[in-house]
Structure formats: C-alpha cells, structure tokens
C-alpha cells in the first residue's frame, strides 16, 4: 500500500513535470514564431516603402538577418496575401527585387486578388506618379518604372496574365492616363483585346477619360486586327 502510494506520487509528479515542459516548449516556440512573423510583417511594409526614412537598407538587414523568404506570406496580410516580394514590386526598389531574386524569390506567385508581381509593380508605379512633386521626381519614377517593368518581363513574368476580375497589367496601366506606361506594355507584348471578367472590356475601355491612352489602344487592337 506504502509503496503504491509513493508509485502513484511519482507518476504524478513525473506527470506534471513533463507537462510543465511541454508548456515551457510551447511558449517559447509561439514566441519565436510570434516574433518571426512581426518580423515578415516589418520586411513587407518597409518594401512597400522603400524610400522612406532608410527603409530600404533596414529591410534588406531583416531580411539578411533572420533569412526571411522573399516568398513567405505575411500573417497580418492575410486578406491580400502579401509576400516580401510582391510588396518589393509595389514599392519599387529594383535594389530591394534584385536582392529578392537572388535570395529565392518566386515570380509566378500571385496574391489572393490573383495580382502577380509585374502587376503589383504598375499598381505601385501609377501611385507614384500620382504623388510626384515635380517633373525630376516623375521622370526619375519612370525610368525606375520601365527598369522594373523589363526586369520582370525577361525573367518571364506573364505581362498577360489576369486577377481574379480579369483584369491584366494593361487594364489597370489603362485606368491611369500614363501614355509611355500602355505604350512600353504593349511593346512588350500585352494583349489590348483581353477582357475583363465581368464587364467583358478590353483595354481601351478603361481609358474613355483619357483619349490619348485610348487613341493608342485602339491603334494597337486596329494593327492586330490586321494580322
């Protein structure tokens, strides 16, 4: 009976031990995974704006320092599905896509939305643009952008592929009234007769505002639909 007792206090105490490890193990592995994941979340924002206050360079340390993929999906962008990489492309940083690609960066990935990095990347460019200061700023934003934009093109980004609602680069280059921008698209091979998913528009419709940008599409459909 004796020794029963002291078998049972020893299972027990073994027990609780074991359990006081397990939990011991457990915080300590949600803590560095708490912590590996506020660090995705810095390194995605700090690509998306890149030139703010050395922001370039601190992601690139981050990165460096705790070998985060340029492919991991961001824990707090979950509804967009950000990856360091894609958030390089809208920030538009060739210093900070070019480390990505060496470092693994997979440029057939695509966002939740279906937004692939060269979309992301003229999303980012037309958003510049529409904040630059002065003329040095925008033609410095548009020869950074048509560095980026042939960067991802060679590396065999779909300059036709379309998101979720259909819509492809040129769609959205569209909407934005920069005549170089559909222009240097469509020299590297976008497609004006692409529709949307639910409008069923190409192109061209997309820029009924800016006559300029939709003359140029329509000149595009006209000498492909003479082939």
Not at 193 to 207: G, M, N, V
Request: proline fraction near 3%; aromatic fraction near 10%; charge should be neutral.
């Amino acid at each position: 009976m004796f020794d029963s007792a002291i078998l049972l206090a020893f299972s027990l105490s073994t027990s609780l031990i074991a359990a006081v490890c397990l939990y011991d193990l457990y915080r300590r592995q949600k803590k560095q995974s708490d912590h590996e994941k506020e660090n995705l979340d810095l390194v995605c924002h700090l690509a998306k704006f890149p030139y703010e206050m050395g922001n370039e360079d601190h992601c690139l340390a981050l990165m460096r320092k705790h070998q985060i993929s340029p492919n991991a999906s961001s824990s707090n962008l979950q509804r967009s599905q950000l990856t360091p990489f894609l958030s390089a492309c809208y920030g538009g940083s060739f210093k900070l896509i070019q480390f990505m690609l060496e470092f693994g960066a997979d440029n057939e990935l695509y966002n939740l939305n279906g937004d692939g990095a060269l979309y992301m990347a003229i999303y980012g460019i037309a958003c510049r643009l529409r904040s630059a200061q002065c003329a040095q700023q925008r033609s410095s934003e548009i020869q950074r952008g048509v560095l980026i934009i042939d960067c991802l093109a060679n590396l065999g980004c779909d300059i036709n592929s379309q998101n979720e609602f259909g819509f492809t680069p040129l769609h959205w280059a569209a909407t934005t009234g920069e005549k170089w921008l559909v222009d240097h698209l469509l020299k590297r091979g976008a497609d004006p007769f692409i529709l949307t998913t639910h409008s069923k528009a190409p192109p061209s419709a997309f820029a009924s505002e800016k006559k300029h940008v939709q003359m140029l599409l329509k000149r595009a459909e006209n000498i492909h639909q003479s082939f």
